[in-house]
């Protein structure tokens, strides 16, 4: 079964920070239709202490996320901006070795404010992370689960407002 996925404008931002998805469109099966174009996600790292008491590694095992520019600013950059498609990560503590695979599948539109922050509405899973006491969550890796929002203010702290769904602490599962 295929589950459409949410992904950030770089899963990067989406373990320091969080990660979009898109709507439903006239799309073709492959996932790829008129305006939408492939986001690839990076491997990424965080030290110990910043998401979870040990170091971390994230990797797409599966990453077929794409895009689609729903507004743009003035200046041509982007404003509000759809994500989808398939996306796997692969979570390490790479002390141990352990890892999870979280299926950050879901569907996103975030918004992308002058400001440098984001607003994110959010139906689905996606991977996010916290910093210490930057958000309604602890400090910690999550796949938060569901339908809700995300506002991500410009100073990195993150809102999150659920009106359904769950957050699973990937720090606990790979700890």
């Known amino acids: ?9 770089a899963l990067a ?3 320091l920070g969080a990660v979009p998805a898109a709507s439903a469109d006239s799309d073709t099966g492959a996932g790829v239709g008129k305006g ?3 986001t690839p996600s990076k491997p990424w790292d965080v ?3 910043l998401r979870c008491d040990f170091p971390v590694h994230g990797e797409p095992v599966v990453d077929e996320v794409v895009r ?3 507004d743009t600013n003035p200046d041509g950059s982007a404003k509000r901006v759809t994500y989808k498609g398939d996306l796997v990560v692969r ?8 890892f999870y695979d979280a299926d950050v599948s879901g569907r996103a539109i975030v918004e992308y404010r002058t400001d440098g922050s984001q607003f994110w509405s959010v139906r689905g899973p996606v991977l996010v992370g ?3 006491n930057a958000g309604t969550l602890p400090r910690g890796l999550y796949t938060i689960d569901g339908a809700y929002t995300m506002n991500i203010s410009a100073t990195g702290y993150k809102t999150v407002a659920m009106a359904h769904g769950t957050s699973d602490d990937l720090c606990a599962r790979i700890g």
């Open 1 to 9: 079964m295929r589950r459409t996925v949410v992904a950030l404008s």
């Open 13 to 15: 931002t989406v373990l």
């Open 36 to 38: 939408w174009e492939p």
């Open 47 to 49: 030290p110990a202490g």
């Open 68 to 70: 689609h520019v729903l």
């Open 91 to 98: 979570v390490t503590n790479t002390d141990t070795g352990a």
């Open 130 to 132: 916290f910093g210490e």
